[in-house]
């Protein structure tokens, strides 16, 4: 296709993928380099550029513009799509000459002017972290007003933008202005490469960073405090997986965290490291800040901030970045300004850590822009500030997350994703070996491990692995039987916590006074004293783990809230509880309450309150604390039983919540719709929902990560329940690969009213598979696509499918590049007098041609209501005589 043809061709699409983001920087950037070479006069660029119109409408107007000047442009604006969008619509387009062409004229420039614009892609990224130097200098030399640069440093503005801002204004001024500037970025370029000077106290606080890297990161705590293992000791290496690039695997090092493999995108500065609740992010991060305190890793950054989001969490002042790095981490005793300002001008040697951001209360997001590292802020404003590169652009930032909480809008910051997963089989033999120092100990309990493969399964992850070979040396050491589910192992657990007595010291005014925690509530080892960098004597604590803390929280609502409670009481039957001593007596009592429980008597009541001691104080606790979603939303739902739609929509849910909120549900009686869009449902939730899919006659799941595997779990359950007929899956991460089991659901469940499947990746070959259920199908009232891809040949096949349909009155191909072909098909379909009264086709390139056909169709058709057709390829005359013809065609 030539690059003019697919202008005009792939309108939709190179607007979705300019658009998509929700700024400008992708439009931004295709400016630049059509400014760069020419191709676009000042003139016309003012035109385009104009701020406080929709992004869209800025985008449409380049096109118009691009199109309407011919091949050259088309071909350079083809190729500058190709650059800053790989993925996008032009990617396999050949265009090789216009590429080229963004390289040459790169050289050519005379004046300073002349330089501003054919350098501007590379100025912009050169003059990112250093606007206020450039606005300071161009402010002294005259050329700039106050006006001009409060107007390039508002802050809605990013670092980008404000560089652009800047070189639009330079620009407007002259010459001589041009020539500051472009001074000024060379002047700083020279600079950057000589040898840092840091100020004299610098080296000081360097030291004291370091000592207290050293002390926070060399032992591991497990175990109610009890046991602080150096973790030089028990460390065993990970799996890493590079996100960019899963060829790469197995050998990965921690330095591949921060190294050049696998960049995604080389301005952003965030690496994520992902991974199950227990693969071992945190323990990883401290390996980390423990070799850079030593000087073994990480050596290119002479400051590491590490930071914990779960502590965060309590900072409820606004703070500056220069609070948050002083205050929360390591205080400079002199010499702050100095210090402070000499890390605003070599961020590059310095590196921050954010541990656990599925753990901040506040989910990521983009909209409260701040540039100004000194203008105080909610800290969580700050962090994601931080992670998009809008404060400290060019700091390194690593950042540790659960996968499935990690939503796109993060992702589009991101650099780099590094994926653990957890120990390798060689991992678990070695880490067993570390954990218990008798050879004898250690070969038997990796024998038992190995004759078990539903153990060994899990022992892949470090924290389960820890729970088991923990378990079974105590087994063994005692003779008993080992055990044999996951409950088995927390049960264990939970035992050997009720049982122990830690020497943990508390003190007044801790969070545990306002939720009722006892001193001796802390002695039985559920909650551990947690490190703060900033405090040494920190009254702040948290559950040993989430899994440990997801398993009290399930525990608790089965105790508390569920008719049925023998079941557990025969679980712990298991384990002989009678033997030890003050919390066993509570726990045992607190399920003996529960048996014999008689209102008004006092023995009764005496025994109730001791066992909600043992566990609902704990539960209040996990309430407080924000990871425990788990208990406090399934005690909700719990509260809201008699509902028959409910909606949790932007709750945090992933795949934990899941498992508690199927658990609840599973018993009611009558139906619900469960709607849980904008959630991190992801394929693992999806099947933690199974078991109540049965209840389910709706389920909503947009925006939630889901990819064709979880679907295929879905329909296989959903084919086996009868009320199970509406699902919305619209913005997940579907293929084609997912559309044979939506057919095969069509084709067999013959009550399923509802499948909508937009802003997904369906091409015309899943559209061909959908159809050949659609065929069959007699029920299904609504079919939506929006957002697909499902062009001509897609909609040909629905169309086709459908024709005589009895039950569709709603059908959207809204966005799917669907033409006159498909058009004059689904005429057709419209023509057997199907009972469908809603076609939606905005937003496609159908001409005039294709318009006639519905036309003449519609006047066979009197149940349809309405046909929309905006922004299709007609133009404004077109639109007015056809509108006069059919008032139910809508443009
Ligand atoms: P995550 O942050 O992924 O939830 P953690 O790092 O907190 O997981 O790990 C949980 C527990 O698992 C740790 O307290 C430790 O006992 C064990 N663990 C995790 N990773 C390792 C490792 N690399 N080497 C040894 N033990 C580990």
């Known amino acids: 296709m030539m690059a003019q043809e697919f202008v005009l061709k792939q309108r939709t699409e190179i607007l979705a993928a300019v658009c998509s983001s929700g700024s400008s920087e992708q439009l931004e950037r295709l400016l630049d380099v059509l400014l760069a070479h020419g191709e676009l006069s000042w003139e016309e660029y003012q035109s385009i550029q104009v701020q406080g119109r929709p992004l869209h409408a800025n985008a449409r107007h380049l096109l118009d513009i691009v199109y309407t000047k011919g091949l050259a442009i088309c071909q350079l604006f083809v190729a500058a799509l190709q650059q800053t969008i790989p993925e996008g619509p032009g990617a396999r387009l050949c265009v090789s000459e216009g590429v ?194 030593r000087g073994t890793a990480l050596s290119e950054f002479l400051l590491l901030f590490p930071f914990s989001c779960r502590k965060l969490n309590s900072e409820l002042k606004e703070l500056s970045v220069q609070d948050l790095l002083f205050r929360h981490c390591c205080w400079p005793d002199w010499e702050q300004e100095d210090i402070f300002r000499f890390i605003l001008d070599h961020p590059h040697v310095v590196i921050f850590t954010f541990d656990g951001l599925d753990e901040l209360k506040q989910s990521f997001s983009d909209e409260h822009r701040l540039c100004c590292p000194t203008q105080p802020a909610p800290v969580h404003v700050l962090l994601f500030n931080l992670l998009q590169g809008s404060l400290m652009k060019g700091v390194r930032k690593v950042v540790t997350s659960r996968s499935e909480a990690v939503g796109p809008i993060l992702k589009k910051y991101l650099r780099k994703e590094v994926f653990l997963k957890g120990f390798s089989p060689n991992g678990i033999d070695c880490f067993v070996k570390k954990q218990h120092h008798d050879p004898a100990v250690a070969a038997k309990v990796l024998a038992s491990i190995q004759a078990n493969t539903f153990l060994l399964g899990l022992c892949h992850s470090p924290v389960l692995c820890w729970i088991v070979s923990q378990c079974h040396k105590e087994l063994l050491g005692c003779g008993d039987g080992t055990p044999q589910t996951i409950t088995d192992v927390y049960l264990m657990i939970l035992q050997r916590f009720l049982q122990h007595q830690s020497s943990l010291k508390t003190s007044k005014g801790s969070d545990l006074d306002s939720c009722c925690v006892t001193e001796k509530d802390i002695c039985t080892g559920f909650l551990i004293q947690s490190k703060d960098m900033s405090n040494d004597y920190s009254h702040q604590y948290e559950f040993l783990h989430l899994t440990v803390q997801c398993f009290f929280a399930a525990l608790y609502i089965v105790l508390f809230n569920n008719a049925d409670r023998s079941t557990i009481t025969k679980l712990f039957a298991l384990h002989d509880l009678r033997e030890t001593g003050f919390s066993s007596t509570c726990f045992t009592s607190c399920l003996a309450a529960d048996q014999r429980q008689t209102p008004g008597s006092a023995d009764g009541q005496k025994s109730a309150t001791l066992g909600e001691m043992s566990l609902q104080r704990h539960a209040e606790a996990l309430q407080v604390h924000p990871t425990a979603s788990g208990s406090k939303m399934a005690k909700e739902v719990l509260g809201k039983l008699d509902v028959d739609h409910l909606k949790l929509t932007y709750c945090n849910i992933g795949p934990v919540e899941c498992t508690a909120l199927a658990y609840v549900l599973q018993h009611l009686r009558n139906s619900v719709g469960i709607q849980l869009d904008n959630n991190s449902v992801g394929d693992v939730g999806v099947e933690q929902l199974l078991p109540c899919l049965h209840i389910c006659n709706s389920l909503y799941l947009r925006n939630n990560n889901i990819t064709d595997e979880g679907i295929r779990k879905l329909i296989a359950k959903g084919l086996q329940c009868d009320s199970f007929q509406k699902i919305a899956l619209f913005n997940n991460k579907l293929t084609d690969a997912c559309t044979e089991h939506f057919s095969h659901l069509l084709r067999t469940k013959q009550n399923f009213l509802s499948l909508r499947l937009g802003n997904n990746n369906i091409t015309s070959e899943g559209a061909k598979q959908l159809a050949k259920g659609l065929e069959f199908n007699h029920s299904l009232r609504f079919l939506g696509l929006w957002g697909n891809k499902v062009g001509d040949a897609g909609a040909e096949a629905i169309a086709g499918a459908l024709e005589g349909s009895k039950t569709l009155t709603w059908l959207s191909l809204v966005g799917n590049g669907v033409g006159s072909a498909g058009a004059r098909a689904l005429a057709k379909m419209i023509k057997s007098d199907t009972s469908l009264e809603e076609l939606w086709l905005t937003e496609n390139c159908i001409t005039r041609h294709g318009v006639e056909f519905l036309l003449e169709a519609l006047e066979h058709n009197t149940h349809v209501k309405s046909v929309w057709l905006r922004n299709n390829n007609l133009s404004v005359e077109e639109v007015e005589e056809m509108t006069q013809r059919e008032s139910r065609l809508i443009f």
């Open 100 to 293: 080229s062409q963004v390289e040459k004229s790169r050289e050519a420039h005379q004046t300073s002017g002349a330089a501003l614009l054919s350098q501007r892609p590379s100025l912009v990224g050169k003059l990112q972290g250093c606007v206020d130097g450039a606005l300071e200098v161009l402010h002294e030399t005259g050329h700039f007003t106050s006006e001009d640069c409060n107007e390039v440093r508002l802050p809605i503005h990013t670092p980008s933008q404000q560089a652009r801002r800047l070189l639009d204004l330079v620009s407007s001024k002259g010459e001589l202005a041009a020539n500051v500037v472009l001074q000024f970025i060379d002047q700083k370029q020279q600079s950057g490469r000589s040898s840092l000077t840091p100020p004299k106290e610098f080296f000081k606080y360097q030291k004291k960073l370091c000592s207290s890297v050293l002390a926070q990161s060399s032992f591991l705590s497990t175990y109610g405090g009890t046991s602080h293992m150096p973790l030089d000791d028990i460390y065993t290496e990970g799996q890493l997986e590079l996100a960019a690039d899963l060829e790469v695997q197995g050998n990965l090092g921690l330095g591949d965290i921060v190294s050049t493999a696998g960049i995604i995108n080389e301005e952003a500065d965030t690496v994520l490291v992902s991974g199950d609740a227990g693969s071992g992010k945190s323990t990883l991060l401290q390996r980390l800040h423990l070799l850079w305190a």
